[in-house]
């Protein structure tokens, strides 16, 4: 089945512990971008691959890193989480125009 | 700069039609509706190129003015299961797939029996 998952589905950790959130995608697409969900704010771009190795900053990259060392997979770093980061992430890959989302990750940070 | 949405809400009875308007600052190379149901990843509904087309999917139609940046998201004659909040997303410049998308902050959209 065609999917893009996402782990953990839930996570609440403290401030300042690191923590990756993997997302990973079985269709081959080669754009891959995450996403954080706030109410009231829509959906907001945090960062995207356009392919292996090339990433490149959304709307809101402060505070997060990422890597993309082969297609499938597209992990979410937190080298040091503030509560400002709690939020519902969401992982998308997508092959020309339709992304295809995660399931998403609900993460509270304390 | 986030696309303006309106309205915010909106809350219909079953049968009723509705008009969800995406507006942008930017010229704009495409625009994208998602919907998103309570607890779930948001769904791709239809994209928007340039060229003031307008495209359908089952009862819900779209449209898309170049000149003014603005895409309309029609829904005609409603069912309970187009419940949820709608999301357009923006991609400015020559485009080149969905991967710098810009999205608006949602419209909610409640339909009653």
């Not at chain 2, 969800?20 to 190379?29: E, F, G, P």
């Amino acid at each position: 089945e065609a999917q893009v998952t996402q782990n953990p589905r839930y996570l609440i950790t403290v401030t300042g512990k690191k923590l990756t959130v993997t997302c990973s995608q079985n269709m081959n697409h080669e754009y891959m971008s995450w996403y954080r969900q706030d109410p009231g704010l829509g959906l907001r771009q945090i960062y995207y691959s356009m392919n292996v190795e090339v990433t490149d900053k959304g709307d809101v990259p402060e505070g997060y890193k990422v890597s993309r060392k082969e297609k499938r997979n597209f992990p979410l770093i937190l080298e040091s989480p503030s509560p400002n980061q709690t939020s519902l992430y969401f992982c998308a890959s997508s092959w020309g125009h339709e992304q295809f989302f995660g399931p998403g990750t609900r993460l509270t940070v304390l | 700069q986030q696309p303006v949405q309106s309205p915010q809400a909106v809350i219909l009875r079953e049968g009723e039609d509705a008009v969800i308007n995406c507006s942008s600052s930017k010229a704009l190379y495409s625009v994208h509706w998602y919907r998103q149901k309570h607890g779930e990843a948001p769904v791709f509904l239809m994209i928007l190129l340039k060229g003031g087309e307008q495209k359908g999917h089952e009862k819900i139609s779209a449209s898309f003015n170049e000149k003014k940046q603005q895409s309309s998201l029609y829904l005609t004659a409603s069912q309970l299961s187009y419940s949820g909040t709608y999301f357009c997303g923006t991609e400015s410049g020559s485009g080149g797939g969905a991967d710098g998308l810009t999205f608006g902050k949602g419209t909610h959209l409640i339909i009653q029996p």
